[in-house]
């Protein structure tokens, strides 16, 4: 580090303001510069004056505008993503801000400024510091709440997810307990013999319900279809799904016209619309009742 860098330290020093490994360098630096011991002195008689001084002189009238202003630009190139000065860069930051403030050298040649010009220009100095360190500080929590937001939505899909199996599981269990009501059980074919499933139907409804499990994936453009088949007429179409991650599907369903006297079922792979026969390979298929 430079000589340089350690004057520039002193200003922010001299206010309180300066970040904790600037200080410890600056603590090593001044026992062996007695320049900067000499102004250093000068900037800390100035900033301890602010609770004696009874006529400190005000900046210029047009200052508090500049100020302000710079601010606001600042503030909303935050606002629109720029990227924040790191947390090593915040003496830095602080030295730009006063920088297009015009202050800098100002600050920089305080000593030969009258007591309470110095004082208020090492308050500026105070204010640009503590203005980049909550730019940082916005940014950082900013983004902790973009994550929680994040975690949020994901949570609360999840949750409608299982609300919906939930509301499903719940009407097949009453669907299974009312009477009339007809259970067939659906054994894995050779394309996935680690499949099952089990089909309800209620005939004086006319509601229908699957849950199937070790099914893989359908591909793109594809689903499963449901098929009823009764006597020796063709399979009559039922509805599609899909199943999740794990091979699982739940689905409810309204029986095709004429299919209330089916006693086999059966599950193939069609195109993700639907057929209105049979093409694919077949998944599932139950036992004749």
Not at 98 to 117: D, Q, T, Y
Not at 155 to 168: D, F, S, V
Not at 184 to 213: F, I
Not at 214 to 236: D, E, T, V
Request: hydrophobic share 50%; proline share 6%; net charge neutral.
């Amino acid at each position: 580090m430079g000589h340089e860098d350690y004057k520039e330290m002193l200003a922010l020093e001299a206010v309180g303001a300066l970040e904790a490994e600037g200080r410890r360098a600056l603590d090593a630096h001044l026992p062996g510069c007695a320049e900067c011991r000499a102004e250093m002195r000068d900037m800390s008689d100035a900033a301890a004056g602010l609770a004696y001084s009874v006529a400190p002189v005000a900046p210029p009238a047009h200052l508090r505008a500049r100020i302000l202003e710079t601010v606001r630009a600042q503030a909303t190139a935050a606002a629109e993503g720029a990227t924040p000065p790191a947390s090593s860069d915040i003496r830095g930051e602080a030295r730009r801000l006063l920088a297009r403030l015009g202050l800098w050298e100002i600050l920089r040649a305080r000593p030969a400024l009258g007591f309470g010009a110095g004082v208020a220009f090492a308050a500026i100095a105070a204010l640009a510091f503590t203005t980049a360190l909550l730019w940082q500080r916005a940014d950082r929590l900013g983004a902790e709440v973009a994550q929680l937001s994040g975690r949020l939505n994901d949570t609360q899909g999840e949750l409608a997810e299982q609300r919906g199996q939930l509301a499903r599981q719940r009407e097949l269990a009453e669907m299974l307990a009312a009477p009339g009501t007809r259970v067939a059980s659906l054994n894995g074919k050779d394309v996935a013999p680690q499949a099952h499933a089990v089909v309800a139907v209620h005939s004086a409804t006319g509601r229908a319900m699957l849950v199937a499990e070790g099914l893989p994936a359908a591909p793109a453009g594809k689903a499963y279809q449901l098929w009823f088949i009764a006597g020796g007429k063709p399979p009559m179409p039922g509805g599609v799904f899909k199943t999740d991650a794990s091979g699982r599907a739940m689905m409810k369903d309204l029986m095709p016209e004429g299919a209330a006297s089916a006693n086999t079922f059966a599950v193939t792979l069609e195109a993700e619309a639907g057929e209105q026969a049979p093409k694919g390979a077949m998944f599932l298929l139950s036992a004749a009742s």
